[in-house]
């Protein structure tokens, strides 16, 4: 049999629906006791409206799966990071048009620092790989995209900012 | 089914994304507990405090959404507006629960009068895109107030609530990319032609009366900061002068030399003693759930 665990794992992002949420690294714990499921998934933003999707999207699946008795848990600590984007779903993402994330490991203590110009790390272009691209705008169709532009194809693309 | 939208609400246990369709679930499972010292009703006005500063300002930046000077500027403003939004809606949860009585997020969101709402004035006042500002008021305000929630929410989250603890941590990665959104506007706008210039001048001018407010300790606050709960914010102020001087020196730009707005025998916001702009945006704000209370759709 399935497990659930394998059942919430390949549950789709309803906006990134290339990717699973283990890959996004949402999906945080699955325990299964008999057929009661209790899934514990962290928003990306906290004003995400995918959140409730992902509820309904895991509790629909897991219900088909046979599990009568689901329910979906919402942590906020420890804070979701693009850190925890698979390397499965860094291939996925570039594949599909979306520039993935680098890695930006844990945040050095102290004051945020500002950033009077975007950052300047190379993003390269994932349709045709040029690191000649420069950021439109930081804020793209969803809350964790940038908007960019390849110089070289000219094509706009979005980028999944680090977070 | 009668109508397209029938079979968005309360399809079986699935919820959607629709004001009115049950959309309350934003906190379960995180650990509620309050902590067993804490004073209920300060704990409740602090929720409401960071809460109405997040939901005024995001009502306010939506307003410019289809309005911005460019398309890319409509999804921002509205993105952060978004950001906003979901701190406010896990605040104003927190605050129903600190209070004890039966009432959530849209009760207190939709049906709090004026005198009730904490927010400090400057996340209320109309900085456009009508008359009452421009767009680079809006960025003037963006500014301040990203600099000051930066600064607020990083020690937040030292918080003994566990609640405050965990959306303040969350929220400083996104506060932290509105604050470089709204600073790089300000190098945009004051570097770029005499009249933006000017107009960039002028926003800093226009908020400015509003900015000491966010840095007098209210006696919740100063309770609360005592028991390790929340945040002094007069504390905040060094850090946030230094960030806004950077800004400004990077800008070209000098900080205004603009009298601050007296209170009202020695209350604000954070009293309920709001601006005259106040009425008008609660007006549009809840106007559709107190013209059809209970409605789904």
């Known amino acids: 049999m399935v497990t659930a665990r394998a059942v919430a794992a390949a549950v789709l992002d309803p906006e990134l629906p290339v990717l699973t949420l283990a890959d996004l690294g949402v999906l945080r714990d699955v325990e299964e006791d008999g057929d009661r499921v209790v899934v514990t998934i962290t928003p990306t933003y906290t004003g995400c409206p995918a959140l409730d999707e992902m509820r309904a999207d895991l509790t629909r699946a897991l219900r088909a799966a046979g599990y009568a008795d689901v329910e979906v848990r919402t942590v906020l600590h420890p804070a979701w990071t693009t850190d925890w984007i698979s390397e499965d779903g860094l291939r996925k993402l570039a594949e599909h048009g979306i520039a993935p994330p680098s890695r930006i490991g844990p945040r050095a203590a102290g004051p945020v620092p500002l950033n009077l110009e975007p950052p300047a790390a190379v993003v390269r272009c994932p349709r045709c790989g040029s690191p000649r691209t420069s950021e439109l705008s930081r804020f793209g169709s969803t809350a964790c995209k940038a908007l960019r532009s390849c110089a070289d194809c000219r094509e706009p693309f979005e980028h999944v900012k680090e977070i | ?297």
């Open chain 2, 1 to 297: 089914m009668n109508n397209a939208y029938d079979g968005l609400v309360d399809a079986g246990e699935e919820r959607h994304w629709a004001f009115g369709t049950g959309f309350t679930a934003a906190l379960s499972g995180v650990d509620r507990a309050l902590p067993a010292d804490v004073d209920r009703e300060d704990l409740t006005a602090y929720c409401l405090m960071l809460g109405d500063d997040a939901l005024i300002l995001s009502q306010r930046l939506a307003e410019w959404c289809s309005r911005a000077p460019e398309l890319e500027e409509d999804v921002a403003l509205a993105n952060i507006a978004l950001d906003l939004l979901g701190q406010a809606r896990l605040l104003l949860t927190r605050a129903a629960e600190a209070d004890g009585v039966a009432c959530d997020e849209d009760a207190l969101a939709f049906t709090r009068d004026e005198h009730e709402f904490r927010n400090a004035r400057l996340v209320e006042i109309d900085c456009g895109p009508g008359p009452g500002g421009d767009f680079a008021a809006t960025i003037a305000r963006l500014l301040v107030f990203a600099t000051f929630r930066l600064a607020l929410l990083q020690r937040l989250a030292g918080s003994r609530d566990p609640v405050l603890a965990a959306v303040a941590a969350k929220g400083v990665k996104e506060v932290a990319y509105h604050r470089d959104h709204a600073a790089q506007w300000t190098l945009r706008l004051a570097g770029g032609t005499e009249f933006s210039r000017e107009r960039m001048v002028a926003g800093l001018d226009r908020v400015w009366p509003y900015v000491d407010e966010l840095f007098t300790t209210h006696p919740v606050e100063a309770r609360l900061a005592d028991a390790g709960i929340a945040v002094d914010p007069a504390e905040l102020r060094a850090e946030v002068d230094d960030v806004l001087d950077t800004v400004f020196a990077a800008a070209g730009l000098t900080r205004p030399e603009v009298a601050p707005l007296a209170s009202v025998n020695g209350r604000a916001g954070r009293d309920g003693v709001h601006t005259e702009a106040m009425g008008y945006l609660l007006a549009e704000m809840q106007h559709v759930h107190r013209s059809m209370p209970g409605a789904t759709w």
